[in-house]
């Protein structure tokens, strides 16, 4: 039963996501459409077979059975219904093939537009509302590196402080691990190691593990402190207090978090911890309870760490969300060449409705509306990107066709748009087929 409640939720969340993308996409070339006085003969939420609807002036708005997109039908318009009436008449002065190119292109491309101006919005209105959460990476005292970790073969040490990336120094470490940073051909990271800065380069090979092995987080940079203690745990019962910090364990030097709960975890017998607290520093013996491998304490809290708060006015917020929306775009784009190129696996790395409904419901678990939001805006770049690709069918086809014929003063004969409806429709139904497929292996093991 709860299997099917969870797969519910997965579903509302996916869906709610899903309908916002594609009503703001075809709301893009429903205006552009109605701006230029086309004929917008419907407006579909979902594909065919109609379910609802209500009909106002020329248009029919409704919704379809099929909730994997949607569609504007504009009078005169060769498109996904393959509809061709229309050619043995006459062109309406309503309809899209009597426009000029220059509206033409501007109604195509109005959905894409509205897709980006969605991602900004949502970026604009987070960071106007909620601020920005930030790590100085001059308040972390480096990091440590577990030896079977991705980072340890890829040269990084326990202790490094992390200084910039690509050729360049950042102040805080969201910068670190932008999307625009880490999907560039030679990414490399500066660090500062023992007194020396040098630069580290991450071998394009390395980039399939970064998601599933893991990769540099907070978490590797938080101190071995404490900030809480269970009752009636090995802990409490050894004396020790919030914001005490552990800082050896027989006779080893402390100075991580991660570090302190591989050390409790590994350990089958009483373990020699020397305590700061305050100016002071003691010992203790403690036994981890051998049943869940722990000893009752909490990790640091983010103020402990050294997070702070950037609150930003309106005008900081539209540069804020505006750059945002571009670092994501351009992490996104180059994400895509480096699949083309081959750095990185397609099968890994390209998901179909399974996977982005995962990934959906598992941002907003972890970090509620605000979880929610996020993973919106970064669909919404990634359906503005996928849809002026330069493939029938979508956006980018019908763009390549309308800038031909603004170039040679010629329009492409109907056949030839017919044609490439067609060889478009095939090349996504093997595209949503093989995404499906792979799903389905990667997460539910076929």
């Known amino acids: 039963m709860d299997w099917i409640l ?12 899903l309908m916002i993308l594609v009503f703001i996409h075809e709301l893009g070339h429903f205006l552009a459409a109605k701006l230029f006085g086309m004929r917008v003969e419907r407006f579909s939420i979902g594909f065919p077979p109609r379910i609802w609807g209500f009909q106002k002036g020329d248009t029919d708005y409704c919704i379809g059975a099929t909730p994997l997109g949607g569609y504007v039908k504009i009078s005169g318009m060769i498109d996904e219904s393959m509809d061709t009436e ?3 008449e006459e062109p309406e002065p309503w309809e899209f093939r009597s426009k000029p190119v220059w509206q033409r292109i501007i109604v195509i491309t109005a959905g894409v537009i509205f897709n980006m101006i969605l991602a900004f919005v949502i970026y604009f209105g987070m960071t106007l509302s909620l601020g920005q959460q930030v790590l100085p990476l001059d308040e972390v005292e480096g990091m440590y590196v577990p030896e079977t970790s991705i980072l340890h073969e890829i040269g990084f040490k326990t202790g490094d402080q992390l200084v910039g990336v690509n050729g360049k120094e950042v102040s805080y470490f969201h910068d670190l691990i932008a999307a625009s940073e880490i999907t560039v051909g030679n990414l490399s990271y500066i660090i500062e190691r ?10 394009p090979g390395y980039l399939d593990s970064l998601q599933s092995r893991g990769f540099i987080s907070p978490e590797l940079m938080l ?20 914001g005490d910090r552990l800082i050896a364990a027989n006779g080893q030097e402390l100075k991580y978090w991660v570090q302190l709960v591989e050390t409790i975890k590994g350990a089958g017998e009483p373990i020699d911890f020397r305590i700061q607290r305050g100016d002071s520093v003691f010992a203790t013996t403690i036994l981890p309870d051998q049943e869940t491998k722990t000893i009752g304490i909490a990790a640091p809290s983010a103020s402990m760490l050294g997070y702070e708060r950037i609150d930003y006015g309106f005008f900081e917020s539209i540069q804020a969300g505006a750059s945002k ?15 083309i190129s081959g750095d990185i696996s397609v099968r890994q790395n390209l998901g179909g409705p399974i996977a982005i409904a995962s990934y959906t419901r598992d941002a907003t678990d972890a970090a509620g509306w605000v979880g929610f939001w996020e993973i919106t805006a970064l669909l919404s770049i990634t ?7 330069p493939i ?7 763009l390549v066709f309308l800038l031909y014929e603004g170039i040679t003063r010629r329009e492409p004969s109907e056949k030839v748009k017919m044609a490439a409806q067609q060889i478009g429709f095939f090349l996504m139904i093997a595209l949503f087929i093989f995404v499906m ?7 539910f093991g076929f």
Do not use: C, W
């Open 86 to 88: 229309h050619l043995d």
């Open 392 to 398: 029938p069918v979508l956006d980018g086809g019908h």
């Open 437 to 443: 497929f792979n799903d389905a292996f990667k997460y």
């Open 194 to 203: 023992e007194g020396q800065q040098m630069s580290i380069d991450v071998a």
């Open 383 to 389: 359906l503005a990107i996928l849809n002026i690709l």
């Open 223 to 242: 101190p071995s402190m404490i900030s809480s203690v269970q009752m009636g745990t090995p802990a409490e019962n050894a004396g020790l207090k919030p």
């Open 325 to 339: 929306t571009a670092e994501q775009t351009v992490g996104i784009v180059q994400g895509f060449s480096r699949m």
């Open 6 to 17: 969870d797969l519910l939720r997965t579903l509302l969340i996916f869906g709610g996501a």
